[in-house]
């Protein structure tokens, strides 16, 4: 079993930034066989993906609309993946969920991940 805790987030003004990380833990297993990824969920909205790191090699993949705005990154030794976020938008806000799912490339979809953090509530006032 992967267990995934999401912290950071919170309310910040347009034009700012917060962090997010995702400590991850697992009875038995390996997380080098992992792609990790972060998501969100607005009122209303679908979950969406926002950005995907692979454990091995630390490959990455964006949502357009984060692109140069969001920088996904991984520690190896701490387990834990990060998603720091800048100039941020107020369309940005939503609950953003950790996610890992068993895969060497990177992933995009909902249904590719296994695990789920409780998620993280990020607002960004305009």
């Known amino acids: 079993q992967v267990q995934l805790v999401e912290s950071g987030g919170g309310l910040v003004q347009a034009g700012g930034s917060l962090s997010l990380s995702c400590a991850a833990s697992?009875?038995?297993?390996?997380?080098?066989?992992?792609?990790m990824g972060w998501f969100r969920q607005a009122p209303g909205k679908e979950r969406e993906f926002v950005a995907a790191?692979?454990?091995?090699?630390?490959?990455?993949y964006y949502a357009d609309f984060v692109k140069g705005r969001f920088t996904i990154s991984r520690d190896n030794v701490k387990n834990t993946v990060y998603l720091q976020m800048n100039s941020l938008k107020p369309e940005d806000t939503a609950v953003y969920y950790c996610?890992?799912?068993?895969?060497?490339?990177?992933?995009?979809?909902?249904?590719?991940?296994?695990?789920w953090g409780q998620g993280a509530q990020v607002t960004v006032s305009s």
């Open positions: 996610a890992a799912g068993r895969s060497n490339v990177v992933l995009s979809r909902v249904r590719q991940y296994d695990y």
């Open positions: 697992a009875s038995g297993r390996t997380f080098s066989i992992f792609a």
């Open positions: 790191i692979t454990w091995n090699r630390g490959s990455t």
